[in-house]
């Protein structure tokens, strides 16, 4: 894991004083990833402060998966900068998440075998776990 000051992110760059949040638990701030010419997730931001519940909802394609996995490390954002306790950081993998306290639980649980069948939805629970 990779920890930046307050001023950089991951490429160098200076991050402008107001996108910095520091009262934040975990914030994505600008957040743009692609998979070739796909852009799968393009200014994605998202702020979550102690004791909240927020839910992440868009249509197929919107970029939810995306920020999500980039919230656990999966994939590394092309740029933006995401904090932790007001601390711009990268995770390596979800390893590194894990290590700082944030998990992602991606689905449901599989019914018991004998139960009457249900729609799928797909769900995404985002866990951040500071201690305390």
Same mark, same amino acid.
């Given at each position: 894991?990779?920890?930046?000051?307050?001023?950089?992110?991951?490429?160098?760059?200076? +991050?402008?004083?107001?996108?910095?949040?520091?009262?934040? /638990? /975990?914030?994505? +701030?600008?957040?743009?990833?692609?998979?070739?010419?796909?852009?799968?997730? +393009?200014?994605?931001? /998202?702020?979550?402060?102690?004791?909240? !519940?927020?839910?992440?909802?868009?249509?197929?394609?919107?970029?939810?998966?995306?920020?999500?996995?980039?919230?656990?490390?999966?994939?590394?954002?092309?740029?933006?900068?995401l904090t932790l306790d007001g601390e711009p950081l990268v995770f390596g993998g979800p390893a590194d998440a894990r290590?700082?306290?944030?998990? !992602?639980?991606?689905?449901?649980?599989?019914?018991?075998?004998?139960?009457?069948?249900?729609?799928?939805?797909?769900?995404?629970?985002? !866990? +951040?776990n500071r201690g305390g």
């Amino acid at each position: 894991m990779k920890r930046f000051t307050s001023a950089q992110q991951a490429g160098g760059d200076l +991050v402008p004083e107001r996108e910095v949040h520091p009262e934040a /638990l /975990l914030a994505l +701030v600008g957040v743009r990833k692609s998979f070739g010419a796909v852009h799968a997730l +393009v200014d994605g931001r /998202l702020v979550l402060r102690a004791g909240e !519940v927020h839910a992440l909802v868009g249509e197929n394609g919107a970029g939810k998966s995306t920020l999500v996995k980039v919230l656990a490390g999966v994939h590394a954002p092309d740029e933006g900068v995401l904090t932790l306790d007001g601390e711009p950081l990268v995770f390596g993998g979800p390893a590194d998440a894990r290590a700082a306290g944030v998990a !992602v639980i991606y689905q449901e649980p599989t019914p018991p075998r004998y139960s009457r069948p249900r729609p799928r939805r797909a769900r995404r629970v985002v !866990v +951040v776990n500071r201690g305390g």
